[in-house]
């Protein structure tokens, strides 16, 4: 079985400051993790992936995200954090034995103050 | 290059009547996916297809919903007949590969609302 679990369903930041959204998963195969980002009303957008290459991915608008196998984890960063940030963030994780198919985590709501 | 297209945006309708949702995938995309989001349950798929053929329907949520993949580049979803806790935004997604690490595109949505 797998899973994904982001540890915080909202978090506030102030514009300038820096961004920490958590991801822990399980799986049982090598996974292969990803984010997205949905602002409101609109569809999903993928921010970055990790395919078992560097274990540091950096992605679009200045996000990156870690993985870390031995704490199983796949945490989203941004070192100053912009106004149109806000969003739900999602954290995203696929394995081999479900073919094609992701996981989703129940979002995370990231709110920015001025 | 479009991404993926799904109409309407919108739909209101009244309980008991036939819903049709529209996807087109992105050209070249060979896996397309159904998604159905709420604030209650969060994002959940429906079915997904790869090469026009249906994989996995184990999240359509009952006999009312249905779904179709003719060519490739076109998908439906239907709810015959709909009923209110099927409002809901439904999300298609396409990817261009199929397999492990094979990342997602979303289409807008469809934001259905059935009174």
């Known amino acids: 079985a797998q899973s994904v679990t982001q540890l915080d369903s909202h978090v506030s930041v102030s514009e300038g400051t820096p961004v920490l959204l958590r991801c822990n998963y399980s799986s049982s195969y090598s996974p292969s993790l990803f984010w997205y980002v949905q602002h409101p009303n609109k569809g999903l957008q993928l921010l970055l992936k990790?395919?078992?290459?560097?274990?540091l991915v950096k992605g679009i608008n200045g996000f990156e995200a870690e993985f870390k196998k031995s704490e199983t984890s796949f945490h989203l960063t941004k070192p100053s954090a912009h106004m149109s940030d806000a969003a739900e963030y999602f954290c995203?994780?696929?394995?081999?034995?479900?073919?094609?198919?992701?996981?989703f985590g129940r979002g995370t709501q990231l709110t920015v103050w001025p | 290059d479009a991404g993926v297209i799904q109409s309407p945006r919108h739909e209101v309708t009244e309980m008991g009547q036939e819903v049709t949702l529209r996807c087109k995938p992105i050209?070249?995309?060979?896996?397309l996916f159904w998604y159905r989001q709420t604030m209650m349950r969060g994002l959940e798929l429906l079915i997904y297809?790869?090469?026009?053929?249906?994989i996995d329907d184990s999240g359509m949520p009952e006999d009312r919903f249905s779904a179709k993949m003719p060519n490739a580049s076109f998908s439906t979803l239907k709810i015959q007949p709909s009923e209110p806790r099927d409002s809901a935004v439904y999300f298609c997604a396409s990817s261009p590969r199929w397999g492990n690490g094979a990342e997602q595109y979303f289409g807008p949505g469809t934001r259905l609302t059935v009174t």
């Open positions: 990790y395919t078992s290459a560097a274990t």
């Open positions: 995203v994780v696929s394995r081999g034995s479900t073919l094609g198919r992701l996981y």
């Open positions: 050209s070249g995309h060979n896996s």
């Open positions: 297809f790869n090469n026009n053929v249906p």
